[in-house]
C-alpha cells in the first residue's frame, strides 16, 4: 500500500515555472515506478512523465518535452516535477502515480493515485 500526497500548484503566469512535490508513505518507494499524469476540464487524463525506480530513465509526453523534468529521491521517498514555460494549455489538475511495473504512459499502469494539485496558468 503506497499513500501519495500532492503540492505545490497554484496560479502562474504563462512563461513561468512550478515545481510539484509527491510524497510517497507506505511501502518502500524504491519499489516503484513513478509517473505524472494531468487532467483538464472535459478531458481525459493524460500523460506527462515517468521516472524508473533508480531514477536512470526518464520519460516525456511530447506536449512536455524541453520544459518539463521529473526527478526523485528515495531517501526522502519524493518524485517532483518541475515545469517551466508555462502555457495555458498546460492549466490541470496534476496527480502522482506509483506502479510495481516498468514505467509506462498508460494509466492503467498505475495502482496508487494521489489526490491531485491544480494548476492554473494564465495568459
Known amino acids: 500500500q503506497v499513500r501519495l500526497v500532492e503540492s505545490g500548484g497554484g496560479l502562474v503566469q504563462a512563461g513561468g515555472s512550478l515545481r510539484l512535490s509527491c510524497a510517497a508513505s507506505g511501502t518502500p518507494f524504491s519499489m516503484y515506478a513513478m509517473g505524472w499524469f494531468r487532467q483538464a476540464p472535459g478531458k481525459e487524463r493524460e500523460y506527462v512523465a515517468a521516472?524508473?525506480?533508480?531514477?536512470?530513465?526518464?520519460n516525456y509526453a511530447d506536449s512536455v518535452k524541453g520544459r518539463f523534468t521529473i526527478s526523485r529521491n528515495n531517501a526522502v521517498n519524493t518524485v517532483n516535477l518541475q515545469m517551466n514555460s508555462l502555457k495555458p494549455e498546460d492549466t490541470a489538475v496534476y496527480y502522482c502515480a506509483a506502479t510495481s511495473g516498468s514505467t509506462s504512459p498508460d494509466t492503467r499502469s498505475y495502482v496508487y493515485w494521489g489526490q491531485g494539485t491544480q494548476v492554473t496558468v494564465s495568459s
Open positions: 521516472i524508473s525506480r533508480s531514477a536512470a530513465y526518464t
